[in-house]
């Protein structure tokens, strides 16, 4: 039992705030949605306005064909996983995960295969009788999906359902729940801050900023064609480079990337470059330019290595160690720099997406420290 | 050193002595403020032996008034906890022009001398008060009568729901119901299986302190109720007739029977509050 989550013009201020902006897409049955963006951005309150915990100003939510704008929460059936678990902690596991089966009075004999079947798939079966305060973080996330699966809702919604929990345990709930999700097939939608995290668990993902939606696509699309300056700052670590257009061309010094198709001449414009499409060669080609090498940074299997370009600008490239022996601070090398992402520089100055340093992954994840530029 | 370790030893000893002196100012305080008054209200009312005690318990009076105070305190006690949980859930919950007013206004009882009270409610329902004609056209006695000291005792105590009961309600936070709410429960159904279970012990206690406020009230019920011995006499109020009438020792039994009735209410909840935080782990 699944069904598809269609959004349409969704848009809801609180006071002279405009929290989200005309909001549409659409998460297709079976499919796992993630809605992606910094904090503030939007995403949370979109996915209340889904579950009927927040109205919406305009626009309308569809479940399954169904219009369900005005509908009230009871009414929806949809599965709301919260961040902060808000298991009812009087109540025993086996309890909470019976709630939303005795608020609607199914018998109590299928109450009690329903939890069973449950409790087996979380892999709580031994916790039945333990409250809530007695688990751990990941155990009370995994009774919340539990209790959210219980009455078969239709769509399952997650709020940053993994982000009260450290990082291992997170990256360990992370795997659980795309096996999960392959097991049971119901649409899902969930939250993240997390760029990694909605890269590996989502078919579509939906990158949202200031309310607004940036960008709807597949991981790869996303990561590889990101479709606004924005987009391509904010998921995957990027190298973010100014310099001045000629022939559709982004010249920095000496240094040429392609890809500036719509930007006039005598434009700035910015490029941005991921740490690994960055190539080292010894000797000068046709597309590649001189660099130094400031500094390098083993980490066992790859290397950062620290570039300046010649007009000054920095530059990290990630390789693995293999590609760079012997390389080392203070050589003159040549930098070939692949699947530059170009946007006039107005544009992505506009979105505040040219700082260095908002130019990786939002510092609140830890697992992307490592990919820091 | 020999010297380091001497002054950490003179550092542990006055350690010591302070966790000393303080426990014995705090047992002292409690002791002489509590416990000394009710000794003396133990012994002398049990001076004379429990034939006394079964001779006063026998006396119209002094039945009627247990049955007025009863009477009073089970009907505040209502009163106080059904409008007090509504009060809090709005002063917890709802964000509204005026709400400060209206939880500074809350704690008015607490602030007002209950003789004030009584003077209020005289003004109000008396002879010449605003309401007096509404209620004389009807027949219905207020002031002097049941229903103006029901209601004094009811002003007295609205705070002490409203006050147990709100910051449970605020650091409860609104994710448990949301999520019961998503799960197809009502907000009868929420109320009654998530809201109510979580602010229990806060109610309980609020509902406790509700109780005893009522049953000691004297002041505001003395001026509403005009103090007709065997008619509209509470247990407080006799315990004043009989001291003033040289019966110390029905006044000390009552008022002990009055002081149990309280002492042995707040260790019961207390005490099932205790075992009920130790099924939950």
Known sequence: MAGSIQVRGLTKSFGSFRAVDDVTFEAAEGTITALLGPSGSGKSTVLRMIAGLEQPDAGSVWVAGEELTEASVQDRRLGFVFQHYALFRHMTVRKNVAFGLSVRRVDKGTQRERVDELLELVGLAPFGDRYPDQLSGGQRQRVALARALAPRPQVLLLDEPFGALDARVRQELRAWLDHLHRELGVTSLFVTHDQEEALELANEIVVMNHGRVEQVGPADAIYNQPATPFVAAFVGASNVLRGTVWERHVHFGHSIVAGAHEIPDGAEAIAYIRPHDIEITGEAGSTSFPVAVERRTDMGWMSKLHLRLEDGQPLVAQLPNEEIVGVEAGQRLFANLRNPKVFAADRADDESATVPGAIVAPAETETQTEAQV | ?281
């Open chain 2, 1 to 281: 050193m020999s010297t380091i370790s001497t002054s950490a030893r003179a550092d542990r000893r006055k350690a010591r002595l302070w966790r000393a002196l303080m426990l014995s100012v705090a047992l002292l305080y409690v002791a002489v403020l509590l416990l000394a008054p009710l000794g003396g209200i133990i012994y002398y009312a049990l001076k004379e032996g429990l034939g006394e005690v079964g001779h006063t318990f026998r006396q119209s009076d002094v039945r009627h008034a247990f049955y007025l105070t009863a009477i009073i305190m089970v009907v505040t006690v209502i009163v106080t906890t059904f409008f007090g949980i509504i009060v809090a859930l709005v002063l917890a919950r709802d964000r509204f022009v005026g709400k400060r007013l209206v939880s500074a206004l809350v704690d008015l009882p607490l602030a007002v001398s209950p003789v004030i009270v009584g003077l209020m409610a005289v003004l109000l329902f008396g002879r010449g008060g605003w309401f007096e004609p509404f209620f004389a056209a009807r027949g219905i006695q207020v002031i002097f009568a049941l229903p103006s000291m029901i209601l004094v005792t009811i002003f007295i105590s609205i705070p002490f729901v409203i006050r147990e009961v709100v910051p449970v309600l605020q650091e409860l936070g609104m994710e448990e119901e949301q999520a019961a709410w998503t799960l197809g429960a009502s907000r009868l159904q929420t109320f009654r299986r998530v809201t109510l279970p979580n602010i229990r012990w806060g109610l309980l206690y609020g509902i406790a302190l509700s109780a005893a406020r009522s049953i000691g009230e004297v002041g505001a019920v003395l001026i509403v109720s005009g103090s007709l011995q065997g008619q509209t006499e509470t247990a407080t109020l006799y315990i004043l007739r009989a001291f003033d009438q040289y019966q110390e020792q029905q006044a000390y039994i009552v008022a002990l029977t009055l002081a149990s009735f309280s002492i042995v209410m707040l260790i019961g909840i207390e005490t099932l509050k205790r075992r009920a935080s130790r099924e939950a782990g």
